[in-house]
């Protein structure tokens, strides 16, 4: 090896292991302030300390923690079965049964996957409150459960679907929605794993629509409850940070359990 | 099976996400056009026709959050881009040990919610705080920056917070379009005495030029979306340092006195300028 690519070997290993520390780190600051009290954490205290214990009382004392966490499971869970019904069913259609007329309709709904949700909000926050809704799991999910991203995430999977499977299920006798549901279902199990973790990270982690919609605490999310803790006047973030822990519990757990479909779903749509 | 029975099939699974996409986006994108044509106090809107692009014009709050969002557009995507891209490639070297360990390092920050790690960079970027504590021990700085309560380094941190929260995630773009370039090409330029950068500058970049627009246009359309960060680490200020124009929106709706037709009017202000530079990267990428 020459001194050249060994310096360069040295500088790689250096680099990434410092970018390596800097991901790293605020996960074990997040611990390290779970159990510290607020002073010791405004003061970065580094290592762990006694106040777990206090700080989970804490939390549970202002908040209710079990209904905050039913909520976010409510509109995590339901929400995401329901977009992945709805929009995988309509990416199926998309490819399946094309024409002329439907492939403009799907560049229509491409070229609006770039509209901000800020151009939205105003409208569908009047019409939720002219409705009565406000403040309830309808209108926190009704909004996303058709969502133009996964509709393509799932109409790019299906044309790797093969043809044979869906004739042969024809001369079978089964009619389109079975054959939906009885063979495209299955064999696309790992399309249908990651567009799951992508939904449900998203619902999971929701926060401006949320934000505006859901105005009492029985109905506040866990990431509404690590929004509204931090933006008390003198927030204590050693309570803030078990919830934080707690917010990110569920996302690390599906993390580390679907890792390949993670980074599948997070890719899928430019291969 | 006839093609007009395929065809009604056909509608039946597309039906529901139509109606769906119709009523909660199709219809509230016409109706914030509509909106933006009015103005008054909550619900009781009366036509008021460029009238809100006047008082857009006269707005300094609003060019205040244009350039703040445009600020950050302009230097954190490059930077990240950027590091994701040599991040990416060093990993993509088989002989590197530890590979998988780095890069899930890099890449867990996106199991992060976007609140959650705006709330740990809050308590971080503390006056007396971990990170100055390190600074100051370190000795690279004699005394603690004001990181929260001064107008550029509040920027600063929003910076550093959205680098940290996606460079990962770029990254493992990158990672899997590399891994469909062909390795001899690499051992090829190895031989003939390519030196490293120019194997990235004239070998790499070219080939990874759909990924880098790709990544570039995603990358503007969340910056100018920019609200969860600056809500939680520093409400849009010091002194609307950091206010977007997503977070000015919402201020203008849920906030101040409600004004719908006005915040309608900037909310069309953000969608004007993902239209714009989306087309331009895509002219620069078509051209090069």
Known sequence: MTLSARLLRATTYAGLGFASLLSVFPFYWMLVSMTNSAVQVANGKLTFGNQFLANVQELFASVDMLRVLFNSAVVAVVGTVLTIAISSAAGYGFEIFRSRFKDRIFALLLLMLSVPFAAMMIPLFVMFAQAGLMNSFTAILLPGVASIFIVFYFRQATKAFPHELRDAARIDGLNEWQIFLRIYLPVMKSTYAAATVIVFMANWNAYLWPLIVLQTNDMKTITLVVSSLVSAYNPNYGVVSVAAVIATLPTCFVFFLLQRSFVEGLTGGVK | ?288
């Open chain 2, 1 to 288: 099976m006839n093609s007009r029975r395929t065809e009604i099939w056909g509608w039946s699974f597309l039906l529901p996400a139509l109606v769906l996409l119709g009523l909660f986006m199709i219809y509230p994108i016409l109706s914030s056009l509509w909106l933006s044509l009015h103005s008054g106090k909550g619900m009781n809107l009366s036509f008021a026709g460029a009238a809100n692009i006047t008082r857009l014009i006269d707005d300094p709050v609003f060019f205040r959050a244009l350039s703040n969002t445009l600020l950050f557009l302009v230097v954190q995507v490059p930077i990240m881009i950027f590091l994701a891209l040599i991040f990416a490639v060093a990993l993509n070297d088989r002989a590197l040990w530890g590979r998988a360990w780095f890069r899930t390092a890099i890449f867990l920050p996106c199991v992060t919610s976007l609140v959650t790690y705006s709330v740990l960079f809050k308590s971080m970027f503390a006056y007396d705080g971990v990170v100055n504590d390190t600074l100051l021990l370190l000795n690279i700085v004699d005394l603690p920056i004001p990181w929260l309560t001064d107008p550029g380094w509040a920027r600063v941190v929003i910076i550093i917070a959205i680098t940290w929260r996606w460079t990962g995630y770029n990254m493992i773009f990158f990672l899997a379009a590399l891994q469909n370039i062909d390795r001899s090409i690499y051992e090829q330029a190895r031989i003939d005495g390519v030196p490293a950068y120019a194997r990235l500058v004239r070998l790499t970049m070219p080939m990874l030029k759909p990924i880098i627009l790709f990544l570039f246009i995603i990358s503007t359309i969340g910056t100018l979306q920019l609200f969860d960060e600056v809500m939680n680490i520093t409400e849009g200020g010091p002194a609307d340092a950091t206010l977007t124009l997503s977070l000015y929106i919402y201020n203008l709706t849920f906030k101040f006195m409600p004004s719908y037709g006005y915040a309608a009017t900037v909310s069309y202000v953000i969608v004007l300028l993902v239209a714009i530079l989306s087309w331009i990267q895509f002219r620069i990428a078509k051209d090069s």
